[in-house]
């Protein structure tokens, strides 16, 4: 605010010193006058603009369940680009701005999300023009011909420009073989990197071994990645939570009983299957199969046509269906046979 009070008292008087000078009429005078005052109080509720943009932002992400260390390496990301962006407008050195990112964790675990958020927020710091994201995978880059790969990989690119260009299982363009056409994908996005380096962010993203050992198996990508971000499997209590956050967003709630059913599925869902754990997916997936249950035991039970405000937001036991439907001590009796 006193940076935007001292741009107006410098353009006053300026204006004041032509109008002494004999350089401008009383009439223009007040004219500039005005338009000075106009032009600073437009700035000055941009700038305000933009930080409330941001705050909201980082409360959109401050929301989501667990996530500690990545939301803490968002804000470092953050504060390297705003003091970056200080030193240029004083004329001190300042680093150039590379932000390919590698995302790595199991399905379900925020990193899709986390990727929208600071799209936005690369936007509102002027980093990016669009903050939007294009979400690909192989299908959306391999071609079925020579050429035809490095076409369909320029024009998600070029999507992408002015945004983030998003890869979910990365890996998978470097599992056809020698003659497979994913390599030539790998190169023109090396290439775009290069050509574009300042006009769009690529994210990689994926499970840690298989993303580890993809870098490791193309020398010239892991030095063009600077910034690594490890997405951990939710606890048990953050996919409670989760689940509880999700039904009341639908206006539903668990019973205790659910709740415990719940809890003790998926305590022994991560010990005997933890390999293919997909954490929010898994949730979304009961969730949305325990509200279709419910509305059907409601509807069998349904007496007189009065169906209580108390039954249509709860979540009994009964609905939440493990595996199929089949009973939880049978489904953990088979996981313990099939060494899970």
């Given at each position: ?5 001292s ?15 004999g350089?401008?009429?009383?009439a223009?005078a ?16 941009s ?9 909201e ?10 996530l ?46 986390v ?7 690369l ?28 076409q ?6 070029k ?6 260009l ?8 470097n ?5 497979d056409?994913g ?10 990197m ?10 990689l ?6 993303i ?12 063009r ?9 939710y ?11 999700m039904l ?10 659910a709740k ?8 022994h869902?991560?010990?005997?299957n ?5 954490n ?7 969730i ?11 509807m ?21 269906e ?5 009973n ?13």
């Open positions: 605010m006193i940076k935007q009070v741009l107006l008292e410098k353009g006053m008087k300026n204006i004041l010193n032509q109008f002494e000078n350089r401008v009429s009383l223009d007040m004219r500039l006058l005005n338009q000075e005052n106009n032009s600073v109080n437009s700035t000055t509720k700038s305000n603009g933009n930080q409330q943009s941001i705050q932002l980082f409360k959109d992400l401050d929301q989501l369940i667990g500690i260390e990545v939301k803490k390496l968002v804000r470092e990301i953050f504060a390297y680009l705003q003091i970056q962006n200080e030193r240029k407008s004083q004329g001190l050195l300042s680093d150039s701005i590379v932000l390919h990112m590698i995302f790595k964790g199991n399905p379900g675990t925020g990193k899709t999300t990727a929208r958020v600071l799209g936005k927020l936007k509102e710091l002027q980093i990016l023009s669009k903050g939007h994201m294009i979400e690909v995978e192989r299908a959306d880059l391999v071609g079925e011909y020579i050429g035809h790969t490095a369909k990989t320029r024009e998600q690119v999507k992408a420009l002015g945004g983030i998003f890869i979910d299982e990365a890996y998978s363009l599992r056809g073989g020698e003659k056409f390599k030539e994908a790998i190169d023109t996005l090396v290439k775009a290069e050509d574009y380096k300042s006009e769009f962010i690529l994210i993203a994926g499970y840690s071994d298989e580890d050992d993809f870098l490791m198996a193309n020398p010239g990508l892991p030095s990645f600077p910034i690594k971000i490890i997405f951990p499997d606890s048990n209590q953050e996919l409670l939570d989760i689940a509880e956050l009341e967003e639908r206006q539903y709630k668990l019973c205790n009983k415990n059913k719940l809890q003790k599925y998926l305590i869902y991560q010990k005997y933890n390999h293919n754990f997909s929010a997916r898994l949730i979304r997936n009961l949305e199969c325990a509200i279709r249950k419910q509305a059907i035991r409601l069998k039970g349904k007496h007189n046509n009065i169906i209580t405000r108390h039954e249509l937001i709860t979540i009994t036991e009964f609905d939440i493990i595996e199929g439907g089949r939880f001590d049978r489904v953990h009796h088979i996981w313990k046979e099939r060494g899970w």
